[in-house]
């Protein structure tokens, strides 16, 4: 079992659509919980982070980690075509070396 | 200094070959990662520095694989004898050690094993 579970879609929506992207963890040593955006044949680029539980909110993206349920969730608001990409969730226990991935989910928005 | 840079951006090799990859990190980072990734996965660990230091490596990585961070600032990945399984996106990272878990990748080096 890997330690990060995420469903790689791919995942259609219209514009306008609210896209709700989950992952599921197994490590209870994590405690810094990441999105990163992957657009085609480019590097990863971070777009939220939540320390431990709770909400957190930056324009049309929230970002929501339940630690008892071991459950990370990533919205978009009102979501545009240039939000098609694969977005991957990401951990770090603080002090562990590395960052660990889901698969990524692969998200088009349709006009 | 506007990001991590990796060079060169596409590596088409014949098996067998040997391949070297350079990533320049962003300058005040002291820390440097190499993941690897396939189609259709999520990016995959592979080793990290502290400055000049290589503090971990991967499984993944196997004996044809070396990784240098001279002087503690840009980093080579060397492949040897490459094999077609080594074909995949490598990916190298910074972070700085107050905030070491918010990374900045690069655009990645795409290696194809012919």
């Known amino acids: 079992q890997k330690e990060v579970e995420q469903d790689p879609g791919p995942l259609s929506v219209p514009e306008g659509a609210i896209v709700s992207l989950n992952c599921t963890y197994s490590?209870?040593?994590?405690?810094?919980f990441m999105w990163y955006r992957q657009y085609s044949r480019k590097g990863p680029e971070l777009l939220m982070y939540?320390?431990?539980?709770g909400n957190k909110e930056d324009g049309r993206f929230t970002a929501q980690v339940d630690k008892s349920s071991k459950y990370i969730s990533l919205f978009i608001r009102d979501s545009q075509p240039s939000d098609s990409a694969t977005y991957l969730c990401?951990?770090?226990?603080?002090?562990?070396?590395?960052?660990?991935f889901g698969t990524g989910t692969r998200l088009q928005v349709t006009l | 200094d506007t990001g991590v840079s990796q060079d060169p951006r596409h590596k088409i090799t014949k098996r067998g070959q040997n391949v070297t990859f350079r990533c320049d990190p962003i300058?005040?980072?002291?820390?440097l990662y190499w993941y690897r990734q396939t189609l259709g996965q999520g990016p995959e660990f592979l080793t990290y520095?502290?400055?000049?230091?290589?503090?971990?490596k991967s499984r993944l990585l196997s004996d044809r694989f070396s990784a240098e961070r001279p002087k503690g600032s840009f980093s080579t990945l060397e492949i040897q004898r490459t094999e077609q399984g080594d074909s995949a996106m490598y990916l190298c990272?910074?972070?700085?050690?107050?905030?070491?878990?918010?990374?900045?990748f690069g655009s990645g080096t795409r290696l194809t094993v012919v």
């Open positions: 990272a910074s972070s700085l050690g107050q905030t070491l878990w918010s990374y900045t």
């Open positions: 490590n209870s040593a994590f405690q810094y």
């Open positions: 520095f502290q400055n000049e230091a290589q503090l971990e």
């Open positions: 990401a951990m770090h226990g603080g002090t562990a070396s590395k960052l660990t």
């Open positions: 300058s005040e980072h002291n820390r």
């Open positions: 939540t320390y431990s539980s």
